[in-house]
């Protein structure tokens, strides 16, 4: 069913199916064997926003390197093109989408929510010492896109959604699947696979309300879900979920993580979660 309605998301609006042209400039050169950080940089350079923004980034708490990092070269030789490459699809992601009117969702609120539930996962990732903590950040910066596609071309179905979840007190995606048979989790993995993006930034998206779905990047998507979960306790922002969805014990499990561990992820993710938001949301 979600395949129909992405399809027909995208024939509304065209431009929504494809990424900005600057990822897949700076995609083609991480891909590129023979490429090298100047030809990275150069492609991230062809936009200043984007530049600023990562150099921004790179000079955030987040990363809390001893110098300024004052040049795209350096914040690659740091941080790495892999890492960078998906620090591009986040900022480009928030940019697009913060340039469309969305009726009935704040934005700030939404971003706020996102950001949280990514910099969790990111923070949890580095407890299990997972390789490029960035591609879990950026799969929890993700996760709820679906939400803004439901608002932005399914305004009355969404109405009727609100209203259900509203007169049943239950959780939004499973007045997403009551109304619609479907939820906001697999459309977003679909306008992912839309998007050819990596399988491992897709599963997290599709199945971060039911982990146990995940075959290839199980991991990945029980951090996603309890970072999620984790995200809407705190209240620091929403994307529409009035209440806390219950964290799967399976993906607890898989996690592995103990209480002293998640206390550290939840302070680590205070410490930064502000200056974060400050640098993607300007």
Known sequence: MTTSIIQDILADNPELGTLPSVFHRVEAAVNDPTSSFEAMSRAIETDSALTAKLLRIANSSLYNFPGQISSIDRAISIIGTQQLRDLVLAATIIRYFNRLPVAGVDMESFWRHSIVTALLARSLAGARREANVERFYVAGLLHDIGRLLMFMHMTETSARVLA???????????????????????????????????????????????????????????????????????????????????????????????????????????????????????
């Not at 697999?186 to 399988?199: R, T, V």
């Not at 146990?212 to 809407?232: F, M, R």
């Open 164 to 282: 259900h979840r509203d007169a049943h007190q239950c959780l939004l995606f499973q007045a997403e699947q009551a109304i619609l048979g479907m939820d906001h989790a697999e459309l977003g993995g679909d306008l992912l696979q839309a998007w050819n993006l990596p399988q491992a930034f897709e599963e997290p998206v599709r199945y971060h309300h039911t982990p146990g779905l995940a075959a290839q990047y199980p991991i990945e998507t029980a951090v996603v879900h309890v970072a999620d979960s984790i995200a809407n306790a705190l209240r620091l922002g929403t994307s529409g979920e009035r209440y806390v969805p219950p964290i799967d014990d399976e993906a607890w499990i898989r996690i592995a993580l103990s209480e002293t561990m998640l206390e550290q992820v939840i302070t680590h993710t205070d410490m930064h979660y502000q200056q974060v938001v400050d640098v993607f949301t300007a």
